[in-house]
């Protein structure tokens, strides 16, 4: 696998979905290729980063609340 | 099945115990997509009614989680979609390009810092604008893979679009994603990198990021797919031509 491929499927490596082989070679070449290993440290942070600032926002209690209702009076 | 008298009684019981579980997700993704509360309770609530009234159409086994989904962005592509959804053109190379740029001027101030929130002073709103700001599609494959854990595959049949379509969609719009967080952190100054014009392009077309095999234009335009004409719009989605785990298709190295 080259850098070229790497930037290609990183996003897939870091999603655990390539297949083993892929995801070897992958590994391989990111213990000889300190760009790319630079590259994929930057894009796990960002992708950290990301989950944390877009955590789920929950559902406030007075929708749950209509939604019972809702769903009962349909019910009915 | 049950039959139509038992359902009233007990399919009302039995539907807010399995969906009311998922209100929060629906919610959180409803807010991404409409943008203000309260359309987003109102989607959630419409998406309930319809998948209450059509709960008889489940399949038992299947994903009801992804089936809630699917029935919501249904929704709101009925409701909202059609009304001010203007298609907005990306230049996807120039995204490709201005990425590379930012990552190869910054990966030391990127990667320098132990902490892992690297744009710790960035502000919410501008998270939040950054992902507003990418196409509806793009958008929604993000949230549904990065926000809510859906595979590949429950993505692929809440959108009613393929596998590849999703991961495309995935790759293009993380990047876009990313790509503007970067540029929102150099502009703060999180990252030193100097300046420069967003739209300045490159000379070597070749020394760019992923590539089609052979494509018809230098430039690879994507346009916001409408809701008819996404499988047009996508059709060179094999250009990425991913293998995933279990199936078979050859990863192209060219």
């Known amino acids: 696998m080259l850098c070229h491929d790497v930037k ?27 760009d790319c290993e630079t590259r994929i440290v930057i894009h796990r ?13 929950c559902a406030p209690d007075h929708l749950k609340q209509r939604l019972t209702r809702s769903l009962r009076a349909f019910a009915e | 099945m049950k ?12 539907f807010e115990k399995a969906a009311m579980p998922y209100v929060d997700s629906l919610y959180n993704t409803a807010y991404r997509m409409t943008r203000n509360s309260e359309d987003a309770e109102d989607l959630v609530q419409e998406t309930y009614l319809k998948a209450y009234k059509y709960y008889d159409k489940f399949e038992e086994g299947t994903n009801f989680k992804a089936w809630l989904f699917k029935i919501m962005k249904n929704t709101f592509i009925n409701n909202y979609r059609k009304k001010k959804l203007t298609p907005h053109k990306i230049d996807f ?78 790759y293009r719009g993380r990047k876009m994603l990313e790509r503007t967080l970067l540029e929102y952190a150099r502009k703060y100054g ?18 760019k990021g992923p590539k089609k095999k052979e494509g018809p234009a230098e430039e690879e335009e994507i346009q916001e797919p409408d809701e008819n004409e996404e499988e047009v719009l996508f059709a060179d989605d094999e250009d990425l031509d991913l293998e995933v785990e279990g199936e078979e298709e050859e990863f192209n190295i060219e």
């Open chain 2, 190 to 207: 999180y990252i030193r990198g100097k300046a420069e014009p967003a739209k300045m392009r490159s000379r070597k077309d070749e020394d």
């Open chain 2, 3 to 14: 039959s139509a008298e038992a359902y009233e009684h007990e399919q009302g019981w039995d």
């Open chain 2, 93 to 170: 190379s120039e995204i490709e390009e201005s990425y590379e740029r930012v990552i190869q001027k910054n990966a030391p101030d990127l990667i320098k810092d132990p902490e892992t929130e690297i744009f710790q002073d960035m502000m919410d709103e501008d998270v939040k604008r950054a992902l507003d700001s990418l196409p509806h599609d793009y958008k929604m494959v993000v949230l549904l893979a990065d926000i809510e854990g859906f595979s590949y595959k429950e993505i692929a049949e809440i959108l009613d679009c393929p596998v590849g379509t999703v991961m495309s969609r995935l």
């Open chain 1, 8 to 34: 290609r499927v990183i996003y897939f490596f870091l999603d655990g979905t390539l297949d083993l082989r892929r995801q070897n070679d992958f590994q391989h070449h990111l213990d000889l290729c300190a």
């Open chain 1, 45 to 57: 942070r960002i992708r950290i980063f990301l989950k944390k600032r877009l955590a789920p926002i």
